[in-house]
Nanobody, 115 residues
């Protein structure tokens, strides 16, 4: 099982980034997929999640209207489009897959928002 995040980097406030999470080794379409983030010295927190393509999407209040989660079950990939980035969005972003008692994590990708 692998979850490999990519797309992080350094961006100025107000900028955009698109994170990707490539999944392999499990039946991607069955899993609820989520993005979490962990800022320095803080706990890992849920950012966004969705079960089915085109289905319900859930977001933490602080990113509503700025972030969009999506998934491509054909290519086993999860995305997070992040717009109007703020300094407080700086964190390591993790991809998470969950189905019943099964839970998988990626290694994370760093997002730094700074001028």
């Amino acid at each position: 099982v692998q979850l490999v995040e990519s797309g992080g980097g350094l961006v100025q406030p107000g900028g955009s980034l698109r994170l990707s999470c490539a999944a392999s080794g499990f039946t991607f379409s069955r899993f609820t997929m989520r993005w979490y983030r962990q800022a320095p010295g803080k706990e890992r927190r849920l950012v966004a999640g969705m079960l089915l393509p085109g289905g319900r999407r859930d977001y933490v209040d602080s990113v509503k209207g700025r972030f969009i989660i999506s998934r491509d079950n054909t290519n086993n990939t999860l995305y997070l489009q992040m717009n109007d980035l703020k300094a407080e969005d700086t964190a390591v972003y993790y991809c998470n897959a969950i189905y019943g008692s099964l839970a998988y994590w990626g290694q994370g990708t760093q997002v730094t928002v700074s001028s």
